[in-house]
C-alpha cells in the first residue's frame, strides 16, 4: 500500500531558527515528490518538485531534498519567518497510471514560528 | 480568474440534508480535481475530471457523493442525505492536461453536518 509519513507531526521554533522537516514513503513505482504549503483557512501552495534524478531543489529559502535509494524527502527552512507558520504537505506521485487517485498525501507538519 | 475559487466558504447543516459545493477552476485549466481533508488527515481524493473524458470517480466514498462539471469548467459536488462523517473541509484543484502537472488549489469549503 502507498504510504508518506511525515514527522515531526508539529514543531515550535524561534524566529530566526532554521528547521526540517522529514518525509518518508512508500509509493512504487516513484514518479514525483512535491512539498506543499497550506496556511490556516487556505489551500496548499507548492513549494518544490523533485523527479527520481534530482536531489535538491531550493525555492527561496526552502530547500528539498530527495534520496531516491531510501525513499526520504526533507525540507529545510533557513531563516524562518513567522509567515512560515503553516502545514508543509508531502505529497507523492506514481508513475502516471492514467489516474489521480495514484497521488499520495501525508498528513503534514504543523510548524510555529514564534518571537 | 487569478486562481481556484470556491464557494460556499464555509457550509453549516443538518444531518441529512443534501449540499451543493462549487469549484471555479482557473481558466485554461483542463483537469480538475476534488479531495477531502478531515482533521488530522491527509487530503483524501475524491474525484477527477479531464476534458470531455469520463472522471475517475474512485475516490468517491460512497453512492452519495456526486459530482459533476458542466461546459469544461465549473464543477459541482454534491453529497445527499449528509451524515456527521462528512464533516471536513473539501478542496478542489485544477491543473494543466496532464496530472503530473501542477496542481492548483482552492481555499477549500469547510463543512459542518450537525
Known amino acids: 500500500k502507498n504510504q508518506v509519513e511525515q514527522s515531526p507531526q508539529s514543531l515550535i521554533i524561534l524566529e530566526g531558527k532554521n528547521c526540517t522537516l522529514q518525509?518518508?514513503?512508500?509509493?512504487?513505482?516513484?514518479?514525483?515528490l512535491r512539498w506543499y504549503k497550506q496556511d490556516t483557512g487556505r489551500g496548499p501552495v507548492s513549494l518544490t518538485i523533485m523527479t527520481f534524478s534530482e536531489n535538491t531543489k531550493s525555492n527561496g529559502r526552502y530547500t528539498a531534498t530527495l534520496d531516491a535509494d531510501t525513499k526520504q524527502s526533507s525540507l529545510h527552512i533557513t531563516a524562518s519567518q513567522l509567515s512560515d507558520s503553516a502545514s508543509y504537505i508531502c505529497v507523492v506521485s506514481a508513475s502516471n497510471t492514467g489516474t489521480a487517485s495514484k497521488l499520495t498525501f501525508g498528513t503534514g507538519t504543523r510548524l510555529q514560528v514564534t518571537l | 480568474g487569478a486562481g481556484v475559487s470556491q464557494s460556499p466558504s464555509n457550509k453549516v447543516t443538518e444531518k441529512g440534508k443534501d449540499v451543493e459545493l462549487r469549484c471555479d477552476p482557473i481558466s485554461g485549466h483542463t483537469a480538475l480535481y476534488w479531495y477531502r481533508q478531515s482533521l488530522g488527515q491527509g487530503l483524501e481524493f475524491l474525484i477527477y475530471?479531464?476534458?470531455?473524458?469520463?472522471?475517475?470517480k474512485s475516490g468517491l466514498p460512497s453512492d452519495r457523493f456526486s459530482a459533476e462539471r458542466t461546459g469544461g469548467s465549473v464543477s459541482t459536488l454534491t453529497i445527499q442525505r449528509t451524515q456527521q462523517e462528512d464533516s471536513a473541509v473539501y478542496l478542489c484543484?485544477?491543473?494543466?492536461?496532464?496530472?503530473?502537472?501542477?496542481?492548483?488549489f482552492g481555499p477549500g469549503t469547510r463543512l459542518t453536518v450537525l
Open positions: 484543484a485544477s491543473s494543466l492536461a496532464g496530472k503530473s502537472n501542477e496542481q492548483f
Open positions: 475530471f479531464q476534458g470531455n473524458s469520463a472522471p475517475d
Open positions: 518525509c518518508n514513503y512508500t509509493v512504487s513505482p516513484f514518479s514525483n
